[in-house]
């Protein structure tokens, strides 16, 4: 009964950040452009430093009506933002934050799992493209099926170089095999998965699925009130797992330079909320790719780059062993 009481726990605890954090990312999302841009009214709503910019959005969200198109598919329509949404939740449980167990559920096989659902997410936009009986939003979902191919396999490749250099799949494993020395050398793999996770998540510099200025928004066109906050929530989630996993997986998640058994947890979340603030960051300061741009990074540089990482991670292991 304790075993069952303590996963229990660990469930609630991550679901209770899964509703926390992606609004607190959206919140900060908020301060750091009003103070990069020079937007006053983020900065206003509430009084002190605009700190109920977050409620007016929810209540605005809240207050618009729920429209559905006619000739849209309604059930799949209806569906989209949960799909879209309810993924993020899954990885979270397999992120470590600590040592001792500090997760939520350890699985063997954690890097396959947390990429091939955060895989499943990118489908709710595909799903909102097509059923919402839209040209626009239609285009938006072909894009976002192309950025997915392009994108998804760089970050695989990534990925596995770390699973390579570690001899395990499981994350808790990546993270007891870590050390230090590997931060040179898998940089490159690093900057590539985290790359590849933006475009993943249609974030600028990788937002052409939205681009407002030629598809209006993209397979969220249609969408109004809640569920389209649902489509944003999924994204500020998505930001939340993909700059912890990156931390996890290339910075060294919970081990610090003192402190690693009884800090680890504030570690993790250090170096999540530092590639946070870099997410953002890259939001107001590079203009969106072109398409073909898009597609010649990933495939052109992205790839190649991967598979020298994992290239130089197999000689490495050898000369090492």
């Known amino acids: ?28 999302e908020h301060k750091v452009m009003a103070h990069m841009q020079g937007r006053l009214g983020p900065m206003y709503a509430g009084g002190f430093h605009g700190w109920a910019q977050l409620v007016a959005d929810g209540v605005k969200f809240a207050q618009k009506e729920d429209v559905v198109p006619n000739g849209a598919d309604r059930r799949i329509f209806q569906l989209a933002p949960a799909v879209a949404l309810l993924p993020y939740l899954l990885v979270m449980v397999a992120i470590p ?56 396999l760089p970050m695989l490749l990534a990925a596995a170089s770390v699973a390579m250099a570690a001899g395990t799949l499981s994350l808790p494993g990546i993270l007891d095999a870590f050390h230090w020395w590997w931060l040179p050398w898998q940089l490159i793999g690093g ?75 504030l570690w993790t979340l250090v170096k999540t909320v530092a590639l946070c603030f870099v997410v953002i960051w890259l939001r107001v300061t590079y203009p969106r790719l072109r398409e073909d741009q898009l597609q010649k990074l990933a495939w052109t540089v992205l790839i190649p780059l991967a598979l020298a990482q994992i290239a130089l991670t197999g000689v490495i292991k050898v000369v090492i062993s």
Do not use: C
Request: a negative charge; zero cysteines.
């Open 1 to 28: 009964m304790s075993d069952t009481l303590a996963l229990v726990l660990r469930l609630l605890a991550v679901f209770v950040v899964f509703l926390v954090f992606p609004l607190v990312i959206g919140q900060t």
């Open 97 to 152: 934050v600590g040592p001792h167990n500090a997760v939520g559920q350890a699985l063997d096989a954690g890097v396959f799992f947390v990429l091939a659902v955060m895989g499943v997410g990118v489908l709710g936009s595909l799903m909102a493209g097509w059923a919402s009986a839209n040209k626009f939003s239609l285009l938006g979902g072909l894009r976002t099926a192309a950025q997915l191919l392009a994108y998804e």
């Open 191 to 265: 900057v590539v998965f985290f790359t590849a996770g933006l475009a993943e998540l249609q974030r600028p510099p990788f937002d052409m699925p939205v681009a407002d200025s030629e598809i209006i928004f993209g397979a969220y066109t249609e969408y109004t009130g809640l569920r389209f906050a649902l489509f944003l929530l999924a994204e500020y989630a998505g930001i939340v797992v993909l700059s912890a996993l990156t931390a996890v997986l290339f910075l060294g998640g919970w081990h610090g330079p003192f402190g690693a058994d009884g800090l680890g947890w």
